[in-house]
């Protein structure tokens, strides 16, 4: 194209290109490789040099479609199991597929009732589902990350009113270092918002009883009693994301209430045990934090990216992110100002695609799907169980399952050096895609079940994948 100001009429010539490899796309996503065998290459044809003069938008999208697709890991179909990442479910795509055409700007309602009010509305249902109280606060982030940071965020608030400064605006200079405690289930993502919010990645004190990192109730409760009455702030866990385990949240609480601690639940998957009886009894206690992380890109199955925070009082959100400047929206009764409760004041329309899911599915949908999924993780163990070159690591409490493969004969070494050739050859043949993990000091690999579109004959494919990739790996 000659001139900068794009053709309004290749809109539909747009909308029907796109429409048409979507239905391709998606006609061929469950069978289709996760990763390309010539992803490398693929990604390498996109560089170049930047064209003096375009070629126009539907140009642009064949060459995208042409040469991305096999440049792309293909995790929102039925046979990617590694980093805990959902699908994207029919009513979810379509939101997002609006959101991209509404454009919202979902920070304050003057901007975008319709952003700002599904917003809340989701938020409410979400509280429904988890059973948490009604009165708490909470927002939709960009992901576990921002949701931690929001929820760390608070606690840093509180920690400073414990001593009578106001953080936000003042900062952390001149008071004592935050004491921070957890167990060795403690997330990276929980690790580097302590850095971002200053209160330092080496603050966190891990008190683990086992190799797993399995939380020492007994010296977490000595190390409270040692700051004689200070304020502190304990990072529990609700799914670890090695084999699916809890931090006993209950009991944490039991501590924080007794010590006058701030509890933070990072449950960025794990929150979803409380949707079905079958495992809810695995996050009790959670509905007694003072703030929770949980993710809607994991077992939502919302689009990449999106979480949520959720704050027993929502004050500490506000006073740590609220900002005023003449053109500006202001709060009133009804109409929130959104970006007031996270860190972001731009803000994608999320709530279109949480509050679809939620209103296409409703409880019985979410809960099934999580039933599902339980059901096949527990599949997955019993084959790992039956094969005599597999060895399971851990138990199997929600939708992880983490082993290794055990060939006679071979030292410890000689295993993790062996798991570790196996899980890269894995992702390159690329027909299944997961993962390796440090278990108990051991290489394991860990496939997390978590896509709304996967079935059995996937998990069992995963398995016969995984057997075969690994007869051609050499023991040297």
């Keep these: 194209m000659s001139h900068p100001q794009p053709d309004r009429d290749e809109l539909r010539s747009v909308l029907d290109l796109v429409r048409g490899q979507a239905e391709d796309y998606l006609s061929a996503l469950d069978t289709r490789p996760v990763r390309s065998t010539t992803a490398e290459a693929a990604a390498a044809t996109l560089e170049g040099s930047f064209p003096e ?34 699908g994207v479910t029919p009513a979810a795509l379509g939101a997002d597929w609006l959101t991209s055409l509404l454009d919202q700007c979902a920070g304050m309602w003057v901007a975008s009732p319709l952003g700002v009010r599904l917003e809340s509305v989701s938020i409410a249902w979400l509280k429904d589902i988890f059973r948490l109280p009604a009165e708490w606060g909470g927002a939709i982030t960009s992901g576990a990350t921002m949701a931690n940071f929001s929820g760390l965020a608070s606690a840093r608030q509180w920690w400073g009113e414990k001593h009578g400064v106001d953080v936000s605006v003042t900062g952390l200079a001149g008071l004592p270092a935050v004491p921070v405690f957890s167990s060795g289930y403690v997330h990276a993502s929980a690790v580097k918002v302590l850095g971002m919010l200053g209160i330092g990645r080496d603050s966190v004190r891990r008190f683990a009883r086992d190799a797993a990192g399995r939380l020492d109730l007994e010296a977490l409760e000595a190390a409270l009693c040692e700051l004689d009455g200070a304020p502190a702030i304990l990072i529990g866990n609700a799914g670890e994301v090695n084999a699916g385990d809890f931090d006993p949240i209950e009991a944490m609480a039991d501590l924080a209430e007794r010590y006058g601690a701030w509890l933070h639940v990072d449950g960025a998957f794990g929150l979803f045990a409380r949707t079905t009886p079958r495992t809810e009894d695995l996050a009790r206690g959670v509905e007694r934090a003072h703030s929770i992380t949980v993710d809607g890109h994991k077992w939502l199955n919302v689009p990449y990216d999106c979480g949520f925070t959720f704050v027993r009082d929502a004050s500490y959100l506000n006073k740590a992110y609220a900002v005023t400047a003449a053109y500006l929206d202001e709060a009133d009764e009804g109409r929130p100002v959104m970006s007031d409760f996270v860190p972001e004041s731009s803000r994608r329309a999320r709530s279109l695609s949480v509050w679809a899911t939620l209103r296409a599915y409703g409880r019985q ?96 494919f995963m398995v016969d994948v995984l057997l075969e990739v690994s007869r051609s790996i050499p023991f040297t």
């Design 365 to 460: 949908g979410v809960r099934s799907m999580v039933e599902r999924h339980l059901d096949l993780a527990q599949h997955l163990a019993r084959r790992v169980d039956a094969a005599p070159e597999l060895e399971r690591l851990a138990d199997v409490p929600l939708n992880i399952v983490c082993f290794r493969w055990h060939p006679e004969g071979r030292s410890e070494e000689e295993l993790d050096r062996l798991n570790t050739r196996l899980g890269e050859a894995v992702i390159e043949d690329g027909r299944v895609f997961f993962g390796t993990t440090i278990y108990e000091g051991r290489v394991a690999l860990r496939p997390a079940i978590v896509n709304w579109r996967t079935e059995t004959k996937d998990v069992n």
């Design 53 to 86: 003069t375009g070629e126009g938008a539907c140009a642009a999208l064949r060459e995208l479609f042409e040469r991305g697709l096999d440049a792309a890991v293909h995790s929102s179909g039925p046979r990617f199991f590694h980093f805990v990442i959902g």
